[in-house]
């Protein structure tokens, strides 16, 4: 009897681990199939009516520390991440326009949409990019006001989504009339939902120290700062030409680069009446010219004082993003915190 009752333990014992091996094969094949392990985040994508290139990734909020290059082999794309974290990633298309993606730990995501109308291009997998989804619908075809009021009601509908925090960026902050005061009041309607997230206290801090209420039309102010080559920025400096422009940029900022990149090739073809002043928010100076040395970007006068988002000329200037500008014509701002899709014209005007 003994051993009848022990070769049946042996048997379920055996049985057992056969299970245990079966279910463990089961889940890993499961999570292989819907996504990616719990410390990654990755993006599968598909654009009609683009057959290769290249895109590139940056995360205003998150931990990637330099821009990422995302390859385009007849029009899908692949891309695999360290994620420990949510966090918001930029994704910048060959024509400037970026689209936001909300990463999350362990989550895939599949973007589908037209080379030709990446604003109704779908991300879907995470709840976040699906109310994303949403949210682009309604404001597609709206006036700039329109969609600032569909993205407070949305931010009031949707506090703790990180969807809130890119809208707030987007409607309130960089734009050529940013709400500074309504920027406030939703990113601490967000901060107490989200008490954790470190980035929504510092844009709160950013904002609450800002000691300037610089516009459109203001005069230039009173400043002093000593540029990377040692030449002295003072007001005077500023308003020497008829036309100065201001571009805030850091190495880690694809966009800003670009923006600070087409100011410097209009500099040129006005043959000597613009003139361009770049102030990098690098903590780096070595590193911000060994930046423009790398990229050829050569004809700017450069302010980086290792103090970034604190520097006093970047807060004097009422300068509080990145990437962030102003227009100087005639001595008075003519433009401040242009989008990198309207940035062009305004530098034409």
């Known amino acids: ?30 999570l292989t199939a819907c996504g990616t392990d719990g410390g990654h985040f990755k993006i599968e994508g598909r654009l009609l009516h683009i057959n290769g290139g290249e895109f590139y990734v940056y995360s205003p909020d998150g931990d990637l520390n330099a821009i990422d290059t995302i390859k385009v082999q007849a029009g899908r794309f692949s891309y695999e991440m360290p994620c420990t974290r949510p966090q918001t990633l930029m994704i910048v298309f060959p024509n400037y326009t970026e689209q936001p993606v909300f990463a999350q730990p362990g989550k895939r995501v599949d973007i589908e949409g037209e080379a030709s109308h990446l604003k109704e291009m779908k991300v879907t997998g995470t709840k976040d990019n699906e ?26 509908e949707h506090p703790a989504s990180m969807v809130s925090n890119y809208l707030v960026w987007r409607y309130f902050i960089q734009t050529q009339q940013p709400d500074l005061v309504g920027a406030s009041r939703l990113l601490k309607l967000i901060a107490e939902e989200q008490p954790k997230n470190g980035y929504i206290k510092r844009q709160l801090q950013q904002l609450q120290a800002m000691g300037t209420n610089l516009t459109v039309g203001s005069p230039v102010p009173a400043v002093n700062a000593v540029a990377t080559d040692g030449t002295r920025i003072n007001k005077a400096w500023l308003t020497e030409k008829p036309v100065t422009v201001v571009c805030v940029w850091a190495t880690s900022n694809y966009t800003s680069q670009s923006m600070l990149r087409q100011a410097t090739e209009k500099a040129i073809q006005q043959e000597g009446n613009m003139r361009v002043l770049s102030i990098c928010l690098d903590p780096s100076p070595k590193d911000a010219v060994t930046t423009l040395k790398q990229q050829s970007i050569t004809q700017c006068t450069t302010v980086c004082d290792g103090q970034m988002l604190q520097s006093p000329l970047f807060r004097a200037l009422g300068l509080y993003d990145l990437p962030d500008n102003l227009i100087i014509r005639n001595g008075r701002i003519a433009a401040m915190h242009v989008t990198s899709d309207q940035f062009i014209n305004a530098l034409e005007k």
Not at 11 to 25: A, F, N, P, V
Not at 138 to 155: G, H, M, N, R, T
């Open 131 to 156: 109310l994303m989804n949403g949210f682009r619908k309604q404001v597609v075809s709206c006036s700039p006001q329109e969609a600032k009021s569909k993205a407070e009601a949305f931010i009031k």
């Open 1 to 30: 009897m003994l051993g009848v009752f022990a070769f049946m333990m042996k048997h379920c014992s055996l049985l057992i681990r056969h299970c245990t091996l079966l279910l463990l094969c089961a889940t890993l094949l499961l």
